[in-house]
């Protein structure tokens, strides 16, 4: 049997839910070079040692020019046979931000159409959006009404066996 | 700017934390090729295209001869610079299964002890288990006093919009 360990399987993809509480509203995108043409998240992936938090503000600001802040990890999904992935595996991690600005500046290389559009409209939406964009809109109307205690997944930062090295453990707040 | 995709940046780990209700003891092994004398939860890495559930179940089966069947996924943790992972990033996934059998027959090349311990004795234990055993150790008996709806991170099987691709969306139990 072979023991030697394999090389690295997956990719990360990071998107985000930025909602504006006074408005009932969330930050959406259309794709420029997609072959749909669903409003979805902003989001793309992560670069090598990058941080899942850091990656979702990072794709917002450079798709969308609003500045936010992580406050948790809302879901994700592993797809394997990603479509451009060489071969690889696909996590895609779905966060949910503040926004600390609100002035859109859209990426013209990525980005065709951006807007803060009201997250019940997303939500009904039955044409324009994927079954995973649908569903995330069901978790963060649940957080809405009910807590997001209910729905997030959040982190608490812990040092590695392995000396000076740190990580995040995401899980479900304990009191 | 280079807009060519990145190559995967990220190697899956899973381990499996399989609870035996009725004793209240949990299954926890020592690795054999380790620098560290842990007790740890039985796991390791994902072959390509193997999901998270069926990493757990298979390690588990190969590391301690007991069958077990997944329930939820209780934590991950992200971590760069992972040793031994050339120079790419590691998820680590800590999984919540229920044992189908009882008898241990332990895997002589990888591990070195194996055995039902007392979930609370785990927890107590100061020496011999690492940071992220004795937090995942709170959650699960966080878990069993206040019901594993309060910890428990489940999946719904989706389908992608790439055409015959079915995917594993995991967060919070929805109503």
């Known amino acids: 049997e072979d023991r030697t360990p394999r090389f690295a399987t997956h990719q990360i993809g990071v998107s985000g839910?930025?909602?504006?509480?006074?408005?009932?509203?969330?930050?959406?995108?259309?794709?420029?070079?997609?072959?749909?043409?669903?409003?979805?998240?902003?989001?793309g992936l992560s670069d090598l040692e990058e941080d899942i938090a850091d990656t979702a503000e990072r794709e917002i600001l450079e798709e969308t020019g609003i500045n936010s802040e992580?406050?948790?990890?809302?879901?994700?999904?592993?797809?394997?046979?990603?479509?451009?992935?060489?071969?690889r595996s696909d996590i895609f991690v779905v966060c949910r931000l503040k926004p600390l600005t609100f002035d859109i500046m859209h990426c013209e290389n990525e980005i065709s159409h951006c807007k803060w559009m009201s997250l019940e409209e997303l939500h009904a939406n039955t044409?324009?959006?994927?079954?995973i964009t649908h569903r995330m809109c069901q978790i963060m109307l649940h957080g809405i009404k009910h807590g997001f205690d209910n729905v997030d997944?959040?982190?608490k930062e812990m040092k590695s066996v392995y000396k000076g090295l740190k990580y995040k453990l995401y899980h479900r707040p304990l009191p």
């Not at 948790?72 to 479509?83: D, G, K, M, T, V």
């Not at 044409?127 to 079954?131: G, L």
Request: glycine fraction near 6%; proline fraction near 6%; charged fraction near 25%.
């Open 17 to 43: 839910m930025v909602y504006r509480e006074e408005t009932k509203e969330i930050l959406v995108v259309k794709d420029k070079n997609s072959q749909f043409s669903y409003w979805k998240f902003p989001g």
């Open 70 to 87: 992580f406050l948790s990890i809302l879901a994700f999904r592993q797809q394997h046979q990603q479509p451009g992935a060489f071969g």
């Open 127 to 131: 044409t324009d959006i994927s079954p």
């Open 153 to 155: 997944i959040r982190f």
